[in-house]
């Protein structure tokens, strides 16, 4: 029985230690060669801090040799978007990042710096969504994954962008971009 509330008590720590965020985003505002903006959706937790480095740390915060707290807070149609822009990047690059909060840990993500050379390939994929249901917008992030792009951009409109479930849908498509 002492094993069994041990056991019961050590999972529920490790599950109280993982911070709630969601639904992350890596987008370009400057250079694409030497900045990045990280984007997610915060659940949960304060003071979040986004730890990022060239060398994959895992889910080792403190081994992580950049960090930045978040530049803008938007909360917008149910979600409570955190924006950190990382600047003096080194082109062609992967870095990986994780955020910690007063909650805990995030899984460990990584993006690509672009090329700074004119003589590289750059791909970039982009379209509009059409598909008003999950299935057809899944498969297209799958086929769109399959080509490894630099950066993928989407745009929707269904003519409105402000009426009722538009929050639910937000959370869908950016749910979606993963799968």
């Known amino acids: 029985m002492t094993r069994l509330v041990v056991c019961f008590l050590a999972l529920l720590y490790a599950v109280a230690l993982e911070a709630k965020t969601a639904r992350f985003r890596a987008m370009w505002r400057d250079d694409p060669a030497t900045s990045m903006v990280i ?39 149910g979600l409570n978007n955190h924006f950190a822009r990382l600047s003096g990047l080194k082109p062609t690059t992967v870095y ?60 929707r409109y269904d003519g409105n962008r402000h009426g009722p479930g538009m929050a639910a849908l937000a959370r869908r498509l950016a749910i979606h971009h993963r799968e």
């Open 96 to 155: 990986f990042f994780v955020v910690k909060d007063s909650e805990g840990l995030s899984r460990r993500y990584s993006f690509r710096t672009v090329p700074n050379l004119p003589t590289e390939r750059l791909s970039i994929i982009s379209g509009e969504i059409h598909a008003t249901t999950a299935t057809p917008r899944i498969s297209a992030n799958t086929l769109v994954s399959k080509y490894a792009p630099f950066c993928v951009v989407q745009w």
């Open 39 to 77: 984007a997610w959706d915060q659940l949960s937790g304060t003071t979040p801090m986004i730890y990022y480095d060239e060398v994959d740390n895992g889910q080792k915060a403190e081994l992580y040799k950049l960090k930045r707290k978040p530049d803008q807070v938007v909360a917008a149609r």
